[in-house]
């Protein structure tokens, strides 16, 4: 007796089925994934175009501090106090300038023509600057938001009088929001590091974090200049069952991509016992294949051409 139990629940084991999938990824900002703003109508101009400064090893293509001196304007600022081709800029008074987005952050903060402290490398020196920006007309349109949609889940944006990134919306489960930013705050750092400018500091996390992983922030609060100390871990996506079965007792999927479910009791191969399945918003009921019925309201869905 004891050995046909084993059997059948050996074989009964064997038939059952399991079967989960991911979550999928969340759906961004839209919206504000595509607003644009005007810069000011006169910008700082030092007449300089920059790069990222990646190493020159082909061992070692990590990307370095400072963004790498590509070109300069004859008659500018940056001439005028002999910067060159291949220097590498570090700082703009007093803040890292580790990408070419924050470095065009601080000039369009710049309100008025002036002085401005320049950290520069060349070759194994560290040389200071101080060129006179001078102002200049602008009409350009510039990113409004950059959004990070999987792993925190947050619209970010330029920082107004402070030279770092502020979050300006949460999405739904936002990683950043359970490890208790706020709207408002800046990022003051990220990992340890200076987050440079928001589109760096989104392009960061997409790079060094994965699903799940901890990250740490520095955060000073919009509405009281406190500096937080914050942990935090990743958006990681839960799984969904998608199917159950214990054949030939039942079995039950879905598919949500598709907008349908089946549930079978009884699966006798050819016919079962009952079964129930929806498409839409119709379902379709049966008992042993003989009785039939649907219950729900077809709707017609247009498709437009090219989509």
Known sequence: MRLVLTLLLTLLGSSCTLVSS??????????????????????????????????????????????????????????????????????????????????????????QAGAVRLEVQRG???????????????????????????????????????PYPRIHKFAPRSALKRAGARE??????????????????????????????????????????RVRELEGTAWKPRTRLQAIGLWPLFGWETDRAENREVFELGDLILISVFKMRRVGSVTYWSILGLLRWETGTATLQSVEEGV
């Open 22 to 111: 991911p979550e999928p990824l969340p759906q961004g900002f839209f919206g504000l994934e595509s607003a644009t703003a005007p810069v000011p109508e006169q910008t700082a101009w030092l007449g300089i175009e920059v790069a990222v400064n990646e190493s020159d090893s082909l061992e070692s293509l990590e990307l370095q501090p400072g963004v790498r001196i590509l070109s300069v304007e004859g008659g500018s600022p940056a001439a005028d106090v002999g910067l060159q081709v291949g220097d590498v800029l570090l700082s703009f008074n007093g803040t890292p300038t580790d990408d070419p987005e924050r470095l065009a952050i601080l000039l369009r903060g710049v309100s």
């Open 124 to 162: 194994d020196e560290v040389l200071l600057a101080e060129p006179s920006l001078s102002m200049r007309s602008s009409s350009q349109l510039r990113p409004l938001y950059f959004v990070e949609r999987a792993l925190w889940r947050v619209a970010l944006e330029e920082g107004g009088q402070e």
């Open 184 to 225: 408002g705050d800046w990022i003051l750092s990220f990992q340890g590091q200076d987050p440079g400018s928001p589109g760096e500091l989104v392009r960061r996390v997409r790079r060094e974090l994965q699903p799940g992983d901890p990250f740490q922030l520095t955060v000073k609060r919009g509405d009281n200049g």
